[in-house]
């Protein structure tokens, strides 16, 4: 079945600098992917989606584009800033029929000070 | 927006209740999802629905029932609540076409002692 890997935990780093979280996919056809954020206490929103290859989602600063050829929608953010830290959450889900998102196991980021 | 509204943020429960946890949705979603998120092991589909009076089981289901009488609402029974099920429950819904994300509640976290 379709599954999604993302690096493991936890990231830690210094405010201003650079975010890369791997996520990889395996899945059949063309699905969508998406990238989800987690702040303490509170449940999932939707950061940013893809819904074919080389697409770019981005929102707040966070980019993540869709390769198709390396099955994989990293996000990215040039600076970040002690509000983001929290749970990152990659996900995909096929287009057709009532299929459920597939999640990876979340990856959490500290950014300090 | 559409907003996903979980009954209780925070439960106690005994071993041996019968607990529901209730989620509503305003949006006329017809997908809905119930999931359960422990460290270490991110998030768990335990059911979820793809319209009125239609349920499917997720990946771990023992232990839980659900119940969509009315499109807005999807509850989470546990039939007899155990410790091992202590855990945060995300609810979430979703269109049914087209390659959209869920939107999430804000969780119930449920202590069973």
């Known amino acids: 079945g379709d599954s999604v890997t993302q690096m493991e935990g936890p990231v830690t780093l210094s405010e201003e600098a650079f975010l890369t979280i791997n996520c990889t996919y395996t899945?059949?056809?063309?699905?969508?992917l998406f990238w989800y954020v987690q702040y303490p206490g509170e449940g999932l929103q939707l950061l940013l989606k893809a819904t074919k290859a080389d697409d770019k989602g981005s929102n707040k600063g966070f980019e993540a584009t869709y390769r198709k050829e390396t099955t994989s929608f990293h996000l990215e953010k040039g600076s970040v800033q002690v509000s983001d830290s929290a749970v990152y959450f990659c996900?995909?889900?096929?287009?057709?029929?009532?299929?459920?998102?597939?999640f990876g196991k979340g990856t959490r980021l500290s950014v300090i000070a | 927006d559409v907003k996903v509204t979980q009954s209780s943020r925070y439960l106690v429960k005994r071993t041996g209740e019968k607990v529901f946890l209730e989620c509503v949705q305003d949006m006329d979603h017809e997908n809905m999802f119930w999931y359960r998120q422990d460290p270490g092991l991110g998030l768990r589909l335990i059911y979820f629905s793809y319209d009125v009076k239609m349920k499917e089981k997720g990946d771990i289901p023992e232990g839980y029932s659900v119940s969509r009488e009315k499109k807005e609402r999807f509850s989470l029974i546990l039939e007899s609540a155990s410790t091992n099920q202590t855990s945060m429950y995300l609810c979430a819904s979703r269109l049914l076409l087209g390659t959209g994300g869920y939107t999430f509640g804000s969780g119930t976290r449920l202590t069973v002692v």
């Open positions: 996900a995909l889900t096929q287009n057709s029929g009532n299929t459920p998102l597939v």
């Open positions: 899945a059949t056809g063309y699905p969508s």
